[in-house]
Nanobody
Framework: QVQLVESGGGLVQAGGSLRLSCAASGRILNAMGWYRQGPGKQRELVAAITARDSTNYADSVKERFTISRDNAKNTMYLQMNSLKPEDTAVYYC????????????WGQGTQVTVSS
């Protein structure tokens, strides 16, 4: 089993910054990622990072968000800069445990609200 604890959400004005953290306990992890679900919208991928630190981002957050991970701490981060009201959503972390077959685990979600 993998347990995930998210932190760092909150209320910020447009143009501000927040950093989300996702701390994992348990198994060795492969890929990790951040997803978000805005009001009335489907959950979407924001950014992902592989075990070898390859990253990819949604077009809407490129140049503004940075995903990173600290394997020694089993923790993933999302640095969010130049936040916009449309970034308002519940942000979820997801990890893929190195099991056979690979298993997905989700965090509980953290609210990010960007005011205009």
């Amino acid at each position: 089993q993998v347990q995930l604890v998210e932190s760092g959400g909150g209320l910020v004005q447009a143009g501000g910054s927040l950093r989300l953290s996702c701390a994992a306990s348990g198994r060795i992890l492969n890929a990790m990622g951040w997803y978000r679900q805005g009001p009335g919208k489907q959950r979407e991928l924001v950014a992902a990072i592989t075990a070898r630190d390859s990253t990819n981002y949604a077009d809407s957050v490129k140049e503004r968000f940075t995903i990173s991970r600290d394997n020694a701490k089993n923790t993933m981060y999302l640095q969010m800069n130049s936040l916009k009201p449309e970034d308002t959503a519940v942000y979820y972390c997801k990890v893929v445990a190195a099991t056979f077959p690979p298993t997905d685990y989700w965090g509980q979600g953290t609210q990010v609200t960007v005011s205009s």
